[in-house]
Nanobody, 127 residues
Framework: QSHLVESGGGLVQPGGSVRLSCTAS????????VGWFRQVPGKEREGVSC????????EYGESVEDRFSISRDNSKNTVYLQMNMLKPEDTNIYFC????????????????????RGQGTLVTVSS
């Protein structure tokens, strides 16, 4: 069975860091653009960051572009999201999704139809 699994969430203090992982099982992630998303009231989802199959092109949401960094290791079938300088408003469930498209399309089109989507991992930023 093919699916995506996120890990790495938890409780972190404001200003702290955490790294999320998105690992594919049952298929190769290497040909997919992968994105990290979070839920926003009134929206399908908010694109946090996206990365193309080779890792050569990345896309970031305005609220995170100076604090978060996306990367991937296709040999491990995994995409990472390094989250630094975390703020309480970053508290959310973060999930990953994969599609064969551009990073810009995956991140910026709220209801873009993805091929795979994980269940999510909770990040709580609180003192």
């Amino acid at each position: 069975q093919s699916h995506l699994v996120e890990s790495g969430g938890g409780l972190v203090q404001p200003g702290g860091s955490v790294r999320l992982s998105c690992t594919a099982s049952g298929f190769s992630l290497a040909k997919y653009t992968v994105g990290w998303f979070r839920q926003v009231p009134g929206k399908e989802r908010e694109g946090v960051s996206c990365i193309t199959p080779s890792g050569g092109i990345t896309e970031y949401g305005e609220s995170v572009e100076d604090r978060f960094s996306i990367s991937r290791d296709n040999s491990k079938n995994t995409v990472y999201l390094q989250m630094n300088m975390l703020k309480p408003e970053d508290t959310n469930i973060y999930f990953c999704a994969a599609a064969i498209t551009t990073a810009q399309a995956l991140c910026r089109i709220p209801d873009f139809d993805v091929d795979y989507r994980g269940q999510g991992t909770l990040v709580t930023v609180s003192s």
